[in-house]
């Protein structure tokens, strides 16, 4: 499984877009990125997944450059209540397989 | 839209003594995913099932086992508890065979505490 490494801590702002980005390496072929977000005392929240180059929802961006080797969540125009834990994943889709979070990043907003 | 139930919501036991943690996967999700997460920790896998068969197994302890029935929904037993199985059990379920790719979506969580 690919290892991921994403700051362990990020400020900003109300308003502004917050750009999270996560390395992994040793990210293989058959492997997907996918981003979770988590409150505190609450199940981590799928917010996107992708492939390559860029996915697109209506809460965020998912950036990924040809090589793979690391992905750029985008927030735009954070508020409060995005202040949470952020986990970045990679691995296959394949039903029952584990995903396996590292040390995700802890947005911390403010007005 | 119809989400993951856990059940319960909390539960206090002390040493030694046994739990059982429910999940309801979402309506047609036939993958369910157990997690933990302890005080400041990030969530570790435990065990999933598809189609009723344990499909991948992480730190589960040999203390704690787990089963899905006919009907998806998953139970995982916790014997001789110990103070350090205090913690957050998430329960997560997908559908097995999706596209474009599969997703787990997380339950609210049990919250164990062990005295």
């Known amino acids: 499984l690919a290892k991921t490494t994403q700051p362990i801590s990020m400020d900003s702002y109300e308003g502004q877009e917050v750009n999270i980005t996560c390395s992994h390496n040793?990210?293989?072929?058959?492997?997907?990125i996918t981003w979770y977000q988590q409150f505190p005392s609450q199940g981590p929240r799928f917010i996107i997944q992708?492939?390559?180059t860029k996915v697109t929802n209506e809460v965020a961006s998912l950036f990924i450059p040809a090589d793979r080797k690391s992905s750029t969540l985008s927030l735009p125009r954070v508020s409060l209540s995005d202040t949470a834990v952020y986990y970045c994943?990679?691995?296959?889709?394949?039903?029952?397989?584990?995903?396996?979070f590292g040390k995700g990043t802890t947005l911390s907003v403010s007005s | 839209a119809a989400g993951v139930i856990q059940s319960p919501r909390h539960l206090i036991k002390e040493k030694r003594e046994t739990a059982t943690l429910k999940c309801y996967p979402i309506?047609?999700?036939?993958?369910v995913y157990w997690y933990q997460q302890g005080p400041g920790q990030d969530p570790q896998f435990l065990i999933s099932?598809?189609?009723?068969?344990?499909?991948d197994k992480g730190s589960i302890p040999d203390r704690f086992s787990a089963q899905q029935f006919s009907d998806y929904h998953s139970e995982l037993n916790m014997s001789s508890l110990e103070l350090g199985d205090s913690a957050l059990y998430f329960c997560?379920?997908?559908?097995?065979?999706?596209?474009?790719?599969?997703?787990?979506?997380f339950g609210p969580g049990t919250r164990l505490l062990v005295l």
């Open positions: 997560a379920s997908s559908l097995g065979i999706s596209a474009p790719q599969e997703t787990q979506y």
């Open positions: 040793n990210i293989a072929t058959n492997d997907y």
């Open positions: 992708g492939y390559k």
């Open positions: 994943l990679v691995g296959e889709r394949q039903a029952g397989t584990a995903l396996i």
């Open positions: 309506p047609r999700h036939d993958t």
């Open positions: 099932f598809y189609e009723k068969m344990q499909s």
